[in-house]
């Protein structure tokens, strides 16, 4: 799919109230021994990698700006500086791109929101702006995994006649305010062509990035 036609996509997809905010990095060391990999070949994606050994196969660890939360961030994908935003340690938009299925025709983009606020922590409220946001007029699927409810929904998304299938969950840890909503968005990279966007597989490696999250 063209950038252009994606990022028209995104923006009809993500639009947001609230924070935004400078760009700041979380200013990790330097590695003198960086792989050879999109994440550490970004600039501005490898200053949010804790540490330049994988935390679990084609994974390594993102630590937030905010330290409010980490996740495994794939060794494949870079973060879209341009859009980056943070707004103290209470908000922070964080979007990348991952090209782990990029043989198969696959595009994966995603979006991770973090708040920690009373705002928040009204789950109702988040809910209905997770579902305006992805056009989503079903019912989650709720669910624990380590001390934080998951709230999932899957949904199709059209624009100019193109699909994208997407796969977005409202994370709410335990015994605070702190929330993230996650959504991914998967299209064919090259529209001309076939590609299987809601295969199995691809719904495990969503899975396997979206149940990683730690709340620090």
Known sequence: MKKSMLLGLISSIFLLGGCGGMVNQNGSENFTDAPDTAAFKDEFTKDFLV?????KEGFYLFDSATKGYQFHFPVNGFIEKEIYERNGDE????????????????????RIIYED????????????????????????????????TYYYGENISEYEGHKSYLF??????????????FVAEISCDDISKQCTPDSSHVKDRIKEIM???DFE
């Open 91 to 110: 908000f922070e938009s964080v979007s990348f791109f991952d090209n782990k299925l990029k043989e198969e025709n696959l595009l994966m983009y995603y």
């Open 51 to 55: 540490s330049n050994k994988e935390v």
């Open 168 to 181: 977005f969950t409202l994370i709410k840890p335990d015994g605070n305010d702190k929330g993230v909503s």
């Open 117 to 148: 606020s009373k705002l928040s922590s009204d789950i109702e409220l988040s809910l209905d702006l997770l579902k305006s946001k992805v056009d989503f007029e079903g019912e989650y699927e709720e669910y624990t995994i380590n001390n934080s």
């Open 211 to 213: 149940h990683s999250f």
